[in-house]
């Protein structure tokens, strides 16, 4: 469930899904701390990727989008 945090701070949730012989979905959601969506964001990539990598790349994806 979500926790509030600091007013200063910005929160992100990210995560990603496998979808056998479709490729690897990304998602991140990035939140006040009031709970308000303040940008959500989805990407597809035409690969398989492994989960735990598929994780990483959603993680990395979360960083560059937040720069």
Not at 6 to 11: E, I, L, S, T
Not at 55 to 67: H, N, P, Q, V
Request: hydrophobic share 45%.
């Amino acid at each position: 469930s979500w926790k509030g945090h600091v007013p200063q701070q910005v929160k992100a949730n990210f995560d990603a899904s496998v979808g056998r012989n479709i490729g690897t979905g990304l998602g991140v959601v990035y939140r006040n701390h009031m709970g308000q969506v303040l940008v959500a964001a989805a990407k597809f990539l035409r690969h398989e990727y492994d989960p735990k990598v598929a994780e990483c790349l959603a993680f990395r994806w979360t960083l560059l989008l937040a720069a």
